[in-house]
């Protein structure tokens, strides 16, 4: 079946590291996707990353694909403030107009 | 600038009533979904459409309706089957491949 989980929270001091993880079930999976959600916002689009890579880099954003454990982990770096908000991982299925599955999100608190 | 609007961005629905959220993207994408959001879960898929005059039911479709008359709009019904209305409603446009963009949301609250 399809499922994606995450832990719901994580909180870090300014500065350091944050790693967000997450698992997914469907091994057909095509892109997987890390998604931004300020407070009463919709969502924004930080980073994907094909199944057939290990890594992708993008400024402070790393992001790693285990595809063996199904496993895909977000680090940012530096983590400042402004980075405070819900992370969602999501999974596409297949090629085309298919439908995303997402995790229900990781709250991130930066704290001073 | 182009981008995909919502309206309103706060709903108040009486018991028993039908309404409409407003979902246009001038994106020139072909495939508009409607996801529900509730806190602490993940998003929910209600409709997809992947072209005009076509749609497809999601995860959670029951006590919703939808049309896809033209490519830019995708507006949402929550009719009164509908038992539990209250949540962040989003709509987002585009492909799997190239990930989704997402409207601001509609906030709706049954009074």
């Known amino acids: 079946g399809e499922d994606v989980e995450q832990s719901l929270f994580l909180s870090v001091r300014e500065g350091d590291s944050s790693v967000i993880n997450c698992t997914y079930t469907?091994?057909?999976?095509?892109?997987l996707y890390w998604y931004k959600q300020e407070p009463g916002a919709g969502l924004q689009l930080l980073t994907y990353?094909?199944?057939?890579?290990d890594m992708k880099q993008d400024q402070r954003l790393t992001v790693l694909l285990n595809k063996k454990d199904k496993h895909l982990s977000l680090r940012i770096a530096d983590t400042q403030t402004g980075d405070s908000a819900i992370y969602f991982c999501a999974e596409s299925i297949g090629w085309g107009y298919n439908k995303l599955i997402f995790g229900a999100g990781t709250r991130l608190a930066v704290h001073p | 600038d182009g981008g995909i609007t919502q309206s309103p961005k706060y709903l108040f629905r009486k018991e028993g009533q039908n309404v409409t959220l407003s979902c246009e993207q001038n994106?020139?994408?072909?495939?508009m979904y409607w996801y529900r959001q509730d806190p602490g879960q993940g998003l929910r898929l209600i409709y997809y459409?992947?072209?005009?005059?076509?749609?497809q039911k999601g995860d959670i479709a029951e006590g919703y309706s939808v049309s896809r008359e033209k490519k830019e709009s995708f507006p949402l019904t929550v009719t009164s089957a509908q038992k539990n209305p209250t949540a962040f409603y989003l709509c987002?446009?585009?492909?799997?491949?190239?990930?989704?963009?997402f409207g601001s949301g509609t906030r709706l609250t049954v009074v």
């Open positions: 469907d091994s057909s999976s095509t892109y």
């Open positions: 990353i094909f199944s057939n890579m």
């Open positions: 459409s992947q072209i005009v005059n076509d749609f």
């Open positions: 987002a446009s585009g492909h799997t491949n190239y990930g989704y963009t």
């Open positions: 994106l020139n994408h072909d495939a």
